[in-house]
């Protein structure tokens, strides 16, 4: 849905609240894509930098500018590594 909202932060916030289970859906799938990452990063400077990452993801979320910042058409590509860490895990 991210890809496919044209860069429009407003556009995709929109699809995501009409539907109450997509809301909740979206928010658990990033809570636990956090918690996972989290756990299985190693190492203090690595886990700092992931702190770092989430916060910058979390506070775009919260300004309604996160696809203006990051390029949202490379998340297939996360999901398919994500999906394959998930099997390996």
């Known amino acids: 849905m991210a890809k496919d909202s044209n860069g429009?932060?407003?556009e995709l916030k929109k699809r995501i609240?009409?539907?109450?289970y997509m809301k909740c859906a979206v928010r658990e799938c990033y809570a636990?894509?956090?918690?996972?990452?989290?756990?299985?990063v190693q190492g203090n400077r690595e886990k700092e930098?992931?702190?770092i990452i989430f916060k910058e993801?979390?506070?775009?979320m919260d300004t309604g500018d996160l696809i203006?910042?990051?390029?949202?058409?490379a998340l297939p590509s996360?999901?398919?590594?994500f999906v394959k860490l998930i099997k390996y895990l």
């Not at 636990?32 to 299985?40: A, Q, T």
């Not at 993801?57 to 775009?60: N, Q």
């Open 68 to 73: 203006q910042e990051y390029k949202m058409s």
């Open 49 to 51: 930098v992931i702190e």
């Open 17 to 20: 609240e009409s539907d109450t």
């Open 57 to 60: 993801v979390d506070k775009h």
């Open 8 to 10: 429009k932060d407003r």
């Open 78 to 81: 996360l999901y398919d590594h």
């Open 32 to 40: 636990s894509f956090k918690n996972i990452i989290k756990y299985v």
